[in-house]
Each structure stands twice: as structure tokens, then as C-alpha cells.
């Protein structure tokens, strides 16, 4: 059978080996859609975006989404506020993150998930809470986007999640809580999400951009 993402109010949640899953009702237990995340050793795709974090060590993500770039953060050492908004998705980062200790407990007890906005969680963000990068990677159309995730994965996210019209008042928020970096996930085709890139690390088919914070100086 053909893959159909459920739409958002017909989902059905169950547990199928171990895990939990997102499916429409008619397909079978163990044909949904999971947050798998990656063991350590397999860290592909990965390095680019661990790069573009430089030395930050706290880090925001605030477009979980299934959380594997959030993962991906996690094992290469950086604390991770993982933040997603649809609960759905949101339950589906839950459950990995208590199956996540099996894998790697050090960069389980790194993470700490969040449900709700992300514009709402750093617009109460006091100055001590203040990340030192933020992470952005916004839906994008995925015929011609690469991601850490499989067609299905992002399938189902295009159709739960919706296109995340607000992302460029995201990233304008992020710059003004991000300490050092914000960074974003584009497809290599497209013009960055919003002004004062400062420069861009490429792989074949998509690009993480480092946008400058906007410094108290900056404020207005
Ligand atoms: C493309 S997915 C992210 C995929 C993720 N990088 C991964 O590795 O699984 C984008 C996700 O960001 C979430 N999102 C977008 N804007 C948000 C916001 N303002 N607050 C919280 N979550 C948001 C969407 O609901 C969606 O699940």
C-alpha cells in the first residue's frame, strides 16, 4: 500500500514494537511514521550542521520536528532545548527521548523537550536563559529538499505540520535570543530565510546558514 499521511484530527497513536508510532487509520500497526534516532556510529549527515554550530555549547532547537538533527546535536556534546509544537509530533519526540538513554545515556540527559511555540518560549527566555545558538530548520517543500529524514518522515510532517508560514518572525526572534549563531536548514536552491548571513557551509543539496545575533547595540 501506497503511503498516506494522515491528516492532522485522524491520526491514530499506538505502540508497535517498542516504540510509538503515527499512522492513518487504515493502515496496519507498524506502517506509521516514528522518531528513529540514529546510533553513533552512523552520524551521517550530520557533521555540516555540527560545524555550523561552532563552539557553542547550549543550544536551542526550536523546529523539532522528529528531533534527529536534535539527536545529531545531542551526541556531539551540545545541551539541547528541543522545542515542537503540534502534539502529535511532540509525543513522537517524548517517546524517543525515553527510549534515547538505551543508546547513548550521556547525550539523553543532554535534551530536554519542550511542547509548545517556540516564538512563545523565547519571548519569555530571561538573560541568563539565553542559548548559545539556536537551531531552525522550518518545513520546506520537500520535492526538492534534503533532510535528515526519509520521504515518508517528511511527508508526514508537510501534512501535520503545515509549511511554517511564521518562520521568518522565528528566525528574527532567534537572533534576538542567540548569543553567538543562529543557525538554519535550507535547500541548497533556496535564498536564505532572512538577512545578516554571515556565512553559509554547503553539502550537495542543502546549506546550513549562520545568521549574526542581534546584538543589544542592534535593538530596537
Ligand atoms: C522540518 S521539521 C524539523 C525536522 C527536524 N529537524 C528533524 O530532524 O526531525 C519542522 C518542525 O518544526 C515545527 N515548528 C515549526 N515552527 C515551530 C514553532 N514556532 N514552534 C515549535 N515548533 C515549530 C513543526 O511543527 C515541524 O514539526
Redesign the pocket.
Known amino acids: 500500500m501506497r503511503y498516506r499521511p494522515p491528516a492532522p484530527g485522524e491520526v491514530v497513536l499506538s505502540r508497535h514494537d517498542g516504540h510509538l508510532e503515527a499512522r492513518a487509520p487504515e493502515h496496519p500497526p507498524g506502517r506509521g511514521v516514528w522518531a528513529n534516532w540514529p546510533k553513533p556510529a552512523s552520524r551521517r549527515g550530520g557533521s555540516a550542521l555540527v560545524r555550523a554550530l561552532g563552539d557553542s555549547n547550549s543550544v536551542i532547537?526550536?523546529?523539532?520536528?522528529?528531533?534527529?538533527?536534535?539527536w545529531r546535536m545531542a551526541l556531539a556534546g551540545r545541551s539541547v532545548t528541543v522545542?515542537?509544537?503540534?502534539p502529535v509530533?511532540a509525543a513522537l519526540l517524548a517517546d524517543a527521548l525515553e527510549r534515547a538513554a538505551a543508546i547513548d545515556a550521556a547525550a539523553a540527559a543532554r535534551m530536554r523537550l519542550v511542547e509548545?511555540?517556540?516564538?512563545r518560549f523565547l519571548a519569555s527566555l530571561g538573560e541568563h536563559d539565553r542559548p548559545d545558538a539556536i537551531y531552525l530548520?522550518?518545513?520546506f517543500p520537500p520535492k526538492r529538499r534534503e533532510?535528515?529524514?526519509a520521504p515518508k518522515?517528511?511527508q508526514f510532517?508537510a501534512s501535520i505540520?503545515g509549511d511554517?508560514a511564521?518562520?521568518g518572525e522565528?528566525l528574527e526572534m532567534s537572533r534576538r535570543a542567540a548569543r553567538k549563531r543562529v543557525v538554519v536548514?535550507r535547500p541548497q536552491h533556496a535564498p536564505p530565510l532572512g538577512p545578516d548571513r554571515e556565512f553559509a557551509l554547503e553539502s550537495k543539496l542543502l546549506r546550513f546558514d549562520v545568521h549574526r545575533p542581534i546584538g543589544a547595540g542592534d535593538r530596537s
Open positions: 532547537d526550536a523546529t523539532g520536528g522528529l528531533g534527529v538533527d536534535a522545542l515542537e509544537r503540534v509530533v509548545g511555540d517556540s516564538r530548520d522550518p518545513m533532510s535528515a529524514l518522515e517528511m510532517l505540520a511554517d511564521d518562520a522565528l536548514k
